[in-house]
């Protein structure tokens, strides 16, 4: 079963982020089309992903990283954009995390710990907070400072973070399904 950790997006945030994706393709013009931009009801902003997890592990795997997180809930800001990679033709277009980035990260670093502890092999680049707005099916070099020329500067969204969702993300020709499993609330200075 193919897993993910992600902190959900409440519906001003999405519909913010949508919004500037809406604003991005505009000023893209025709060069918009060579993009799949990630439809706002899919949007999330991943903490870990696992990959494909044997099913007789997914109940334990499940378990371990949906329990509470002693830790206070906290805000975050969606600001600034960039692209993967960012030295050529780019594959990703993502809009960053500004404030509220320490404390994603340190949740991050939790919920792969918890991942770790039961032996889950996980990527081992650093975590980068952002949320994909869009892929290049086939991009320049220029692509990349074109779209991002065209991002808002300033606070795109804000997000009250209190829980992650572990989640099962199912591929189809018609699209990812994702189906939440779990969720780790922020407990901590919760009454």
């Known amino acids: 079963m193919r897993l993910f950790v992600a902190v959900d997006l409440s519906e001003d945030a999405r519909q913010a982020i949508a919004a500037e994706q ?21 949007m999330h902003l991943t903490l870990v992903f696992l990959g494909e997890v ?24 969606f600001a600034g954009a960039g692209v993967f990679p960012p030295d050529r033709a780019p594959r990703a277009l993502w809009v960053g995390v500004g404030a509220g980035a320490s404390e994603l990260t340190a949740l991050q670093q939790e919920v792969a710990r918890r991942v770790a502890s039961l032996g889950v092999a996980l990527d081992d680049r650093p975590f980068s907070p952002h949320l994909t707005l869009g892929r290049w099916r086939t991009s320049r070099s220029s692509d990349g400072r074109r779209a991002l020329a065209a991002v808002r500067q300033g606070a795109i969204a804000r997000l009250r973070v209190t829980r992650a969702t572990v989640y099962h993300s199912h591929l189809s020709s018609s699209g990812p399904t994702y189906t939440a499993l779990a969720r780790a609330n922020l407990t901590l200075g919760q009454a």
């Open 54 to 77: 044997e099913d007789a592990r997914v109940p334990v795997v499940v378990d371990a990283i949906g329990r509470d997180v002693d830790a206070p809930p906290f805000d975050v800001t």
């Open 22 to 42: 809406k604003r991005i393709a505009a000023a893209l013009g025709d060069a918009r089309a060579r993009l799949k931009w990630v439809r706002p009801d899919h």
